[in-house]
């Protein structure tokens, strides 16, 4: 598993693409940016993608760095939601496995967003509309999203 700061990534459109999406969203996150539990979602999707389609995954220090630097305290409290969530997202991201005959991103984020509502959507309802946030993503990647860029 591995959390994505969306400042610093680099990736193939056409391999993992579809995986990045901000898809768990709490309510008080993403209104300027994307927040720590959007990064970490993303992220979790992401190695589960490049680890079923055997893509690999670089990691090392970071090309942007930030200046600025917060209040630990605060920020924990502010995420606090987030944080307990994680009690149920990492486990089920360690166990999640798609089916062979899963072999685009596009598929294994459907394949996953399947699971997500059916493994984690009775815990909160913030599952059942990262789940369907996910499928209306690889909709849109579908129609608009794969086509290169002109």
Not at 18 to 43: S, Y
Not at 68 to 86: D, I
Not at 123 to 142: G, I, Q
Request: proline residues 6%; contains cysteine; neutral net charge.
């Amino acid at each position: 598993m591995m959390p994505v700061s969306g400042i610093n990534m680099a990736f193939d459109r056409e391999i993992v693409g579809p995986a990045l999406l901000p898809g768990l969203r709490l309510a008080a996150e993403g209104k300027v940016r994307w927040e720590t539990m959007e990064d970490i979602w993303c992220g979790m999707c992401a190695k589960v993608v490049c680890d079923h389609l055997s893509a690999g995954v670089k990691s090392g220090l970071p090309y942007v760095w930030r200046k600025e630097r917060g209040n630990p305290v605060e920020s924990l409290r502010k995420e606090w939601e987030g944080v307990k969530l994680m009690e149920d997202v990492v486990p089920f991201f360690q166990s999640l496995t798609l089916p062979q005959s899963v072999n685009t991103a596009e598929d294994c984020v459907s394949e996953m967003a399947a699971a997500v509502k059916t493994q984690l959507g009775s815990v909160n309802p913030l599952f059942l509309r990262a789940a369907e946030s996910m499928s209306e993503w690889v909709k849109l990647w579908k129609t608009v999203g794969s086509k290169p860029s002109s």
